[in-house]
């Protein structure tokens, strides 16, 4: 598709199971940014990737959270041993270079019990 | 903090009514958009506004910027229902520092 697409759209796990969200930018983008949205609350900045430069984590709020991009394609965002407070809608989003808008995938909705 | 912060937190009006929404922010910047998101979905990007310009139109939106007192407005003209939704600036200067803020819950009641 043309959009931003992130798989799965919805995620339950228990407390203490890595999960593994995906997120295929739009080809030709080379920046990527990670979100994360708690209900009713703004966006939260996690990862920003930029090409192969060194990504900006300075985000991430703890070292149970990382990610991967390959290249200028898809992006994993991995949480290990998640926590109930890591429930949360994910979000992904691309761009070109530069002050550019950017494009938001419908997010991963993520519940840990 | 390069992050923005829109006023009001909530917004609701009559369909036909103007709505403005606000946002400020601290530092410098280069460039400020405002998005919009609906219940469960990602974020639409609507108008990027730079520093050096003042105000910007979009259809029915309507974009200012004041760099003197670090501050955006949004007006959206004769509003309908369907523009019930949550509105954030984000402000930077380049895409790797753009933040985002609270946002506005703005209901238009039909």
């Known amino acids: 598709g043309a959009g931003v697409s992130q798989s799965p759209s919805n995620k339950v796990t228990e407390k203490g199971k890595d999960v593994e969200l995906r997120c295929d930018p739009i080809?030709?983008?080379?920046?990527l940014y990670w979100y994360r949205q708690r209900l009713g609350q703004g966006l939260e900045f996690l990862i920003y990737?930029?090409?192969?430069?060194?990504?900006?984590k300075s985000g991430l709020p703890s070292d149970r959270f990382s990610a991967e991009r390959t290249g200028e394609s898809v992006s994993t965002l991995t949480i290990q041993r998640t926590q109930q407070e890591d429930s949360a809608v994910y979000l992904c989003a691309s761009s070109g270079q530069g002050a550019q808008p950017q494009h938001f995938g419908d997010g991963t909705r993520l519940s840990i019990l | 903090s390069q992050q923005g912060e829109e006023d009001p937190q909530a917004l609701s009006i009559q369909e036909g009514e103007n709505a403005t929404m606000n946002c400020s922010y601290k530092?410098?910047?280069?460039?400020l958009q405002w998005y919009r998101q609906n219940s469960g979905r990602g974020l639409v990007h609507l108008i990027l506004?730079?520093?050096?310009?003042r105000e910007k139109h979009s259809g029915r939106l309507r974009v200012t910027l004041d760099t003197s007192k670090k501050s955006s407005s949004l007006l959206i003209t004769a509003s309908r229902a369907a523009d019930t939704a949550s509105y954030f600036c984000a402000t930077g200067w380049n895409n790797n520092d753009m933040r985002f803020g609270a946002g506005t819950r703005l209901t238009v009641k039909p």
């Open positions: 530092t410098s910047i280069n460039n």
């Open positions: 080809s030709g983008h080379t920046a």
């Open positions: 990737f930029q090409g192969n430069s060194a990504p900006d």
């Open positions: 506004i730079r520093s050096n310009e």
